[in-house]
């Protein structure tokens, strides 16, 4: 027993001599985790998609496009500030992160283009390129395709263009006629605005066999003057495209404030 005990305590010194915390090291060709380096991984753009957004207005219709990307970074070293959008020649700018499409997107107009229309650059090709920090770059293109300008969605009530409608129910009734076929894939929404700039209700996602939506909240009156509101409709097709046709108007009027109109309408008698 007097032998055995030393004997395990110099086993124990000479296995701790030989071990060193670099042979659990990844990087340590002698060690058993150790795992061979790999060559820096190009950054995959997945898919770039444009999308166009026009809306009729009573001077002419405005059209914005938008062009989306997806990035696969397998070696997590993408220099973010490099993913650059550009239509052949012309450089649109830097993407910035768009939480909603959980990607990158640049939004720009007409306006912002040297040619300030769209139309002039279809059958062009947008690329978007990215960088990361080894210098390594990659780019994806598509093809700038024509925006969508109509036929523009019809409204059918209230409508209002010449003047706003008079409605007296706290939850309006807005109609609509159909548009494109009902099989390809499209769908409507609807904002309602007070006062032309607060936003107060909206829906998306309405099938293209609707023709009205009834608003779900009440609107608010006024005993002192009708109260405005505007409301929009869009189309968005299959591809993403949208179409948002001229505004329709209308007023609440309260019942109080129609017996006052009427009682001023009757007083000269």
Same mark, same amino acid.
């Given at each position: ?20 915390? @670099? ?23 997945? &898919? ?12 002419? $219709?405005?059209?914005?496009? @938008? ?14 500030? &490099?993913?650059?959008? *550009? ?17 990158? &997107?640049?939004? *720009? ?28 770059? %990659? ?5 700038? !395709? ?10 059918? !009530? ?10 007296? $129910?706290? !939850? ?13 894939? !499209? ?16 829906? %998306? ?14 609107? &608010?009156?006024?005993?002192? *003057? ?11 097709? *299959?591809?993403?495209?949208?179409? %948002? ?20 309408? @009757?007083?000269?008698?």
């Amino acid at each position: 027993m007097k032998l055995f005990l030393p004997v395990v305590l110099v086993f124990i010194v000479l296995a701790g001599c030989r071990w060193t915390p @670099e042979r659990d090291s990844t990087v340590d060709p002698n060690s058993p985790f150790y795992v061979l380096p790999h060559f820096n991984r190009r950054p995959a753009i997945d &898919s770039v998609k444009m999308i166009t957004d026009c809306r009729e207005d009573l001077i002419g $219709d405005q059209c914005v496009f @938008e062009v989306q990307c997806w990035v696969s970074d397998s070696d997590r070293n993408i220099i973010y500030d &490099s993913l650059i959008a *550009r239509v052949d020649t012309v450089v649109l700018g830097r993407m910035a992160f768009d939480p909603d499409i959980r990607g990158f &997107s640049i939004r *720009r107009g007409e306006r912002d283009m040297p040619a300030g229309d769209l139309d002039h650059y279809v059958g062009d090709s947008i690329w978007v390129t990215v960088v990361d920090d080894s210098g390594a770059q %990659t780019s994806r293109g598509i093809e700038f !395709h024509q925006p969508v300008r109509s036929p523009w969605p019809l409204k059918n !009530h209230p409508v209002g263009e010449t003047g706003p409608d008079i409605v007296t $129910d706290y !939850h309006p009734r807005l109609g609509w006629f159909y548009w494109g076929n009902l099989d390809d894939g !499209h769908k409507f929404s609807v904002l309602v605005q007070r006062d032309g700039q607060n936003d107060v209700w909206d829906t %998306t996602g309405l099938a293209p066999a609707d023709t009205f939506i009834v608003i779900t909240d009440s609107l &608010s009156d006024s005993n002192l *003057r009708p109260v405005n509101y505007s409301w929009t409709l869009t189309v968005t097709n *299959r591809r993403g495209d949208k179409l %948002t046709c001229r505004p329709g108007h209308f007023q609440i009027w309260t019942d109080m404030f129609l017996r006052g109109k009427d009682r001023r309408i @009757e007083s000269p008698k």
